[in-house]
C-alpha cells in the first residue's frame, strides 16, 4: 500500500528555494543579533524523553505532542518546545557554571495545532533565555532583545505587549477563591469578558477594593500610560511587587526610547502554570497569532533539580516570513550569478572561468547538458540567471546579459 | 487607514447584528442592500462586512482574517477558539441543556448514560467528561435532535432550548443547564492590540446601546 507516498502529514511543508534561502537568510541576521549580545547558540536533540515535557505537573498537554518509543520501550516526544531542553540543561549540564548563564537556539519545534507556528505542526523557533538572574534589568533586557530581533528581521509596525502574572497571582492570593474559582477567573479575564468576571466576583463574594481591581483586569490594557496611572493600594505583597516591577521595566525600555514598540497589558493571564513573573507577546499587521511569546519563568529549572530564576522568548520564523510577505517587506537575498555554456573544445577554459568567479564569491554553474546554445540560453534565462557567457570552439569568449 | 473587517453570522442573528452597527454609527446601506457581493464596506468609517456560516465566524477571527466577528455563544463553546470575548449582546437569549424523557427527572446522578445525540459533540463531551466524569458515546447528527430518544438512538440529548415546546410536545424535559446562550461580539486577540483605539471606540458605542 502506498496510499500517502506522493503527500507530506498535516501541518508540515516543504520549503522550496527562493522561500529556503529567505529563511536562512532571517536565522542568519537573528544568529549574529543573538550572538552580538552575548547569547551563544546551542543545539539540542529533535528527540527526548516525554518525561521532560510531561509527566505528573507537565508543562506541555501530552495530547500535543508527538510520542513514539525507543528500543527500550520508554517514551520519546519530539520537542514540542525549546525553553524546556534549555532548563534541563541549565540544571544538569550546567550547573556549576557561574550565572547568569546566556544562550540562544534556532530550531524546529513539533506539536498539534500550536499557535506559536500560526497552526502549523512543526515550525521554527529562534530564541534567547537568560538564567540566573531576576531584577528588572534582566528582564528588561530580554525584552529589548526581542524588539532588536523584530527589528532585524526588517518588520518595522510591531508591538510587544507586556503583562505580568505576578499581579494577577497577587489579587488571587489575597482574595481567597479556590483554585477552581481562580480558574474561572483567569479564562474570563484571558477572553477580556468583563460581564464573566463580574459575574464570578458577585457569586464568590470577594471583598470589594479587591473585586473592584480584579474587574479592572479586562480593561488594563493600553498604551503605557496605563502603567504610569495605576496606583493601587492594598493589594497585597505579591501584586504590589509585580507592579513595581513592571514599572521598572517600562522605565528601562523609555530611557532606551523603545517605549514606542511596547504597549501594557495587566490582563495577560495565558500559560500561569509556567510564567511567574513579566510575561510579552509580539504581535504585527498581517498574522492573526502572536509572531513572538516570552516571559518569566522561574519555576521551571528547579522542575530539573537546580533552583535558578529564568527569563527568555522565542520568536516564530514561519509566522515573521508571513508577516514580512503580507506587508510586502522584501528580504534581500542574492541572486542568481552566471550560466557558462562551451564547446566541447572549450570545457577546460569554462570549468577554469567558473572555478575563477566562484573564488571571487559570484555564483557560477556550467552547461552540463551540452544540448546546444539556443537551449542552454533557455534554461539560463528561465532559471533567473544574470549573465551568459559562451567559450566558443576557438576559445573565444561571448558574455551576455539576461 | 487600514480596513477594521467585520465577519457577521449569516441567518437569525444578521438582522440585528445590524441594528446594532448602524446604532454605533456604522454604514450598512451596502449589507441591507441586495448585491451579489461578498464583502461590503463602509468606505468613511473604512470598515468593512461580511457574511458567514456562524460555525465559521470563530475561524475568521481567530486567524485574523475578520478582526471582529459577531457569533452566539452556542458556536463559541463548540469551536472553542482562541478569541477576546468582549461583549455579551443580550440578545438571541436560549439555553444549551440536557433533555431526555421526563422519567429521568431528578435522576441525573443515580442512572448512567450511554449514549448522547447532539448537533454540538464539543460541548456535550466537555460537559459529560468534566462535569459529570463520564465517558459516553456521543452521536452528532444535523437536525431534529429531539427525535432521538424517542426512537431508542440515545438516552439523552445536548441541545440548544428556546421555548421548551418542541421538548414538551414530545414527552422530553430539561435535565440540566449547561450554559446560558445569547450573541457574543468577539475580537482577533492581535487586532485588539494593533487596532486598539478603533476597536474600543467599536465596543464603546455598542455596549452603549445594550
Known amino acids: ?402 | 487607514m487600514r480596513y477594521i473587517t467585520f465577519a457577521l453570522s449569516k441567518g437569525r442573528l444578521t438582522e440585528l447584528s445590524i441594528k446594532l452597527l448602524e446604532g454605533a454609527g456604522i454604514d450598512c446601506t451596502e449589507l441591507k442592500g441586495k448585491s451579489r457581493k461578498l464583502i461590503l464596506t463602509d468606505e468613511k468609517n473604512k470598515i468593512r462586512f461580511f457574511l458567514a456560516k456562524p460555525g465559521d465566524v470563530p475561524v475568521y477571527v481567530e486567524y485574523g482574517a475578520a478582526d471582529i466577528g459577531i457569533v452566539g455563544k452556542d458556536t463559541l463553546l463548540e469551536e472553542g477558539r482562541d478569541l477576546y470575548e468582549v461583549l455579551d449582546l443580550g440578545f438571541a437569549k436560549c439555553k444549551m441543556c440536557v433533555a431526555g424523557p421526563k422519567e429521568l427527572q431528578g435522576k441525573m446522578d443515580s442512572i448512567s448514560i450511554n449514549r448522547v445525540a447532539t448537533k454540538y459533540p464539543e460541548i456535550a463531551r466537555r460537559y459529560f467528561r468534566h462535569k459529570r466524569r463520564e465517558s459516553v458515546e456521543i452521536i452528532k447528527l444535523n437536525g431534529s435532535i429531539e427525535l432521538a430518544p424517542l426512537v431508542g438512538l440515545s438516552e439523552v440529548i445536548v441541545d440548544l432550548v428556546e421555548t421548551g415546546r418542541t421538548l414538551k410536545e414530545n414527552g422530553l424535559e430539561i435535565l440540566d443547564t449547561i450554559s446560558d446562550i445569547s450573541a457574543r461580539m468577539v475580537v482577533n486577540r492581535v487586532s485588539m492590540k494593533m487596532e486598539n483605539q478603533r476597536i474600543t471606540n467599536i465596543i464603546d458605542s455598542i455596549r452603549k446601546q445594550l
Not at chain 1, 539540542?44 to 505532542?65: A, C, N, V, W
Not at chain 1, 526588517?154 to 497577587?170: A, C, R, S, Y
Not at chain 1, 464570578?200 to 479592572?216: A, F, Y
Not at chain 1, 509566522?319 to 562551451?342: C, D, H, P, T, W
Open chain 1, 1 to 402: 500500500m502506498k496510499r500517502w507516498n506522493i503527500y507530506t502529514p498535516e501541518g508540515v511543508q516543504d520549503i522550496l528555494f527562493d522561500s529556503c534561502r529567505q529563511k536562512r537568510i532571517l536565522e542568519g541576521k537573528l544568529r549574529d543579533i543573538f550572538r552580538l549580545n552575548g547569547y551563544r547558540e546551542i543545539e539540542t536533540p529533535t528527540i527526548e524523553f516525554y518525561d521532560t515535557f510531561g509527566g505528573e505537573r507537565g508543562l506541555i498537554k501530552q495530547e500535543s505532542m508527538y510520542k513514539f518509543c525507543d528500543s527500550k520501550g520508554r517514551l520519546l516526544v519530539l520537542r514540542p518546545d525549546l525553553t524546556v531542553p534549555v532548563a534541563r540543561i541549565a540544571a544538569t549540564k550546567l550547573k556549576d557554571d557561574i550565572l547568569p548563564i546566556k544562550c540562544s537556539y534556532i530550531g524546529n519545534t513539533f506539536s498539534f495545532d500550536e499557535i506559536g507556528g500560526g497552526k502549523q505542526n512543526e515550525f521554527t523557533q529562534a530564541g534567547c533565555e537568560l538564567l540566573g538572574a531576576n531584577t528588572p534589568e534582566a528582564d528588561a533586557e530580554v525584552v529589548i532583545m526581542a524588539i532588536e530581533s523584530i527589528l532585524a528581521t526588517g518588520l518595522e509596525n510591531f508591538k510587544i505587549d507586556i503583562g505580568q502574572v505576578g499581579f494577577f497571582k497577587g489579587l488571587m492570593e489575597e482574595s481567597g477563591l479556590t483554585e477552581e474559582q481562580m480558574e474561572e477567573v483567569r479564562e474570563f479575564i484571558d477572553e477580556k469578558n468583563l460581564v464573566g468576571v463580574e459575574h464570578v466576583m458577585d457569586k464568590h463574594r470577594v471583598r470589594g477594593s479587591l473585586k473592584k481591581i480584579i474587574l479592572d483586569l479586562p480593561k488594563l490594557f493600553g498604551s503605557k500610560e496605563i502603567i504610569q496611572s495605576i496606583d493601587y493600594r492594598d493589594i497585597g505583597d505579591t501584586a504590589t511587587k509585580a507592579l513595581q516591577n513592571i514599572k521598572t521595566v517600562f522605565e528601562i525600555l523609555e530611557e532606551q526610547n523603545l517605549d514606542k514598540y511596547v504597549s501594557v497589558d495587566l490582563g495577560m493571564v495565558q500559560s500561569l502554570n509556567y510564567y511567574t513573573g513579566i510575561v510579552f507577546r509580539g504581535y504585527t499587521y498581517g498574522v492573526g497569532f502572536p509572531i513572538l511569546s516570552g516571559g518569566r519563568y522561574d519555576g521551571l529549572v528547579s522542575k530539573f533539580g537546580r533552583d535558578c530564576e529564568a527569563t527568555g522568548f522565542s520568536l516564530g520564523i514561519n509566522m515573521v516570513m508571513m508577516a514580512l510577505e503580507r506587508q510586502r517587506i522584501a528580504i534581500n537575498g542574492e541572486e542568481k550569478g552566471v550560466f557558462i555554456s562551451y564547446h566541447e573544445n572549450a570545457r577546460k577554459l569554462a570549468s577554469n572561468y567558473r572555478r575563477e568567479l566562484i573564488s571571487k564569491g559570484i555564483s557560477a554553474e556550467l552547461d552540463i547538458m551540452q544540448k546546444g546554445l539556443e537551449e542552454a540560453k533557455k534554461y539560463a534565462s528561465q532559471k533567473g540567471f544574470l549573465k551568459f557567457i559562451c567559450f566558443n570552439k576557438d576559445g573565444s569568449k561571448e558574455e551576455e546579459m539576461l
